[in-house]
C-alpha cells in the first residue's frame, strides 16, 4: 500500500506550483440522530493518497523549491476513548500504511500552517474543493478553505480535486485487483441469491441472501444500496425499497456490488423467478444482450466515450422498429432512459470526464438496458470492463448472463 500511496502523491506534487501547500481531510462521519453518527468511510481522496482509513487525520504536502515536504497529523491516543471505542492509529501505524515518516498530531496543525503561511514564503494551498452542485453543503476541505482565506488573506485558494481525479481515472494493476475481488465476491452473492429465489418472497428476502455472502466474505460495506427489483418494480433505475413480493412469471431486476479494499463492483443481472424466461421476455433480454456484447467489443482506447452510449441508441431502435414497439428513433428513450457507462474504482460512480476518449486502464462499467413499463418489464446486464492497450477485458465474464446460462444456473436449484 505505501508504495501504491507514495506513487500517487509523487505524481500528484509534479502538478503543484512551488512555493504551495496541499491539505486533504480523511473527513468525518456525520451525525445520524441523537449521538449515533453514520458509518464512517473515507474520503476516497485522502485515501488514495495516503491508504489511511481513519476519521479527522489530514494530510499537508509542502512544495519548496522543488522539494516535497510530507506531513501527516492523527490523532493523539486518548485513554478514556480508547476505553469506549478502541485504538486510533498509532505514529508508527501511520508511517507503515502511508510511507510518511513526519508524523504529527492534530493539536499542532494550526501552529503548522501559522508557521507556513506568515513566516515562509507559501502563497498558494491546495484543497479538495468538490462540489456536486451549486446548493450542495460545504465538505470539510470547502469550509476549511473558506476559515484559512479569511484568516490569511494573503493566500491563493486552489482546487485540487481535478487533479487528482484525473490520475485517479487510469488503474494500477493493484487497484484492478482490488475491483477483481470485489466482483468475485458480488458474483458470489448474485448465486447465492439465485439460488434461494422463488416466487412468493419478499424481495428483500432475496436481497438478505445477497448480504448473507458479502458479511461472510468479510465486506464490511457495500459499493451503493442494493436493488432488488421484481415485476414492475424494475422499470424503476433507482428503486431501492426492496419490500414487494415476487410473483410466478416475474423478472427479478439486481443491481448491486462489495467493496474490497474501497473499490467497488457493480454488477446487474435480471432473472426469471420462475426458472424460465418468457418468450417476450425473452426477446428485450437478448436485445439488450446484444448493446452489451456489442459495446464490450468495440471499446478500446481512443474511441468517444460517448460512443458507447450512441451504439446502444442505434440498436435499440433497430430492434424495437422491428417489433412494432416504436416508428421513430427517439422514441427509444421511452423504454432506455439512461447512459450505458460511467467509470467505476474507489467510487462507483467513480471520477472521470465521460465527454473524451477512451484510454488503456480505465475500468468503466457497460449496463444497457430496456423497461417496458407497461408490460412490467425490466432488464438491465451490467458488467465491469477494463480498457486494455488494442481492446478490453470483460472483469466479471465469469457471472452468468446468457439466457441459457441463466435458465441452467436456476434449473439447479
Known amino acids: 500500500m505505501k508504495e501504491f500511496t507514495g506513487m500517487n502523491r509523487a505524481n500528484l506534487a509534479q502538478t503543484l506550483e512551488d512555493n504551495s501547500l496541499l491539505l486533504l481531510f480523511a473527513g468525518e462521519a456525520p451525525k445520524k440522530t441523537a449521538d449515533e453518527a453514520y458509518k464512517y468511510t473515507p474520503n476516497r481522496n485522502f485515501y488514495y493518497l495516503t491508504g489511511i482509513a481513519e476519521s479527522s487525520v489530514v494530510l499537508a504536502l509542502y512544495k519548496h523549491q522543488g522539494a516535497v515536504q510530507e506531513s501527516l497529523f492523527i490523532k493523539r491516543r486518548d485513554e478514556v476513548l480508547v476505553k469506549w471505542v478502541g485504538e486510533t492509529i498509532s505514529p508508527e501505524e501511520a508511517t507503515a500504511v502511508s510511507g510518511i515518516t513526519d508524523i504529527r498530531f492534530l493539536d499542532t496543525l494550526e501552529a503548522f500552517l501559522h508557521n507556513l503561511l506568515a513566516k515562509e514564503d507559501v502563497v498558494r494551498v491546495y484543497f479538495d474543493l468538490e462540489k456536486d452542485n451549486f446548493q450542495a453543503p460545504d465538505t470539510t476541505g470547502v469550509a476549511f478553505a473558506k476559515s484559512l482565506a479569511a484568516k490569511y488573506p494573503q493566500i491563493q485558494v486552489a482546487n485540487c480535486y481535478n487533479g487528482i481525479s484525473r490520475l485517479r481515472v487510469r488503474k494500477s494493476a493493484r487497484e484492478v485487483e482490488e475491483i477483481?475481488?470485489?466482483?468475485?465476491?458480488?458474483?458470489?452473492?448474485?448465486?447465492?441469491?439465485?439460488?434461494?429465489?422463488?416466487?412468493?418472497?419478499?424481495?428483500y428476502q432475496l436481497e438478505a441472501y445477497f448480504d448473507f455472502i458479502l458479511k461472510s466474505r468479510g465486506v464490511k460495506d457495500f459499493a451503493f444500496t442494493t436493488i432488488c427489483a421484481s415485476g414492475h418494480n424494475g422499470t424503476v433505475l433507482h428503486y431501492v425499497a426492496n419490500d414487494a413480493e415476487v410473483k410466478e412469471g416475474d423478472l427479478v431486476l439486481l443491481d448491486l456490488g462489495a467493496q474490497h479494499g474501497y473499490y467497488s463492483a457493480d454488477i446487474s443481472r435480471t432473472f426469471p423467478v420462475s426458472g424460465k424466461f418468457s418468450e417476450r421476455q425473452k426477446t428485450f433480454y437478448n436485445i439488450v444482450l446484444k448493446a452489451h456484447d456489442e459495446v464490450i467489443a468495440m471499446v478500446k482506447p481512443g474511441v468517444p466515450y460517448a460512443r458507447i452510449n450512441e451504439l446502444v441508441l442505434e440498436i435499440y431502435a433497430r430492434e424495437l422498429k422491428a417489433l412494432g414497439l416504436i416508428e421513430k428513433d427517439e422514441e427509444v428513450r421511452k423504454y432506455y432512459y439512461h447512459n450505458?457507462?460511467?467509470?467505476?474504482?474507489?467510487?462507483?460512480?467513480?471520477?472521470?470526464r465521460r465527454d473524451g476518449l477512451l484510454e488503456e486502464g480505465m475500468v468503466i462499467t457497460v449496463e444497457p438496458g430496456l423497461y417496458i413499463e407497461e408490460?412490467?418489464?425490466?432488464?438491465?446486464?451490467?458488467?465491469?470492463?477494463l480498457i486494455t492497450a488494442d481492446g478490453a477485458v470483460n472483469l466479471?465474464?465469469?457471472?452468468?448472463?446468457?439466457?441459457?446460462?441463466?435458465?441452467?444456473?436456476?434449473?439447479?436449484?
Open 180 to 203: 477483481k475481488k470485489a466482483i468475485t465476491i458480488t458474483g458470489e452473492g448474485i448465486a447465492h441469491l439465485m439460488q434461494n429465489a422463488k416466487a412468493g418472497m419478499k424481495e
Open 340 to 352: 450505458t457507462s460511467h467509470h467505476l474504482g474507489l467510487d462507483t460512480h467513480d471520477v472521470g
Open 375 to 385: 408490460e412490467s418489464i425490466g432488464i438491465r446486464l451490467e458488467d465491469d470492463v
Open 396 to 413: 466479471s465474464v465469469e457471472i452468468p448472463i446468457t439466457v441459457e446460462d441463466v435458465e441452467a444456473f436456476l434449473a439447479k436449484r
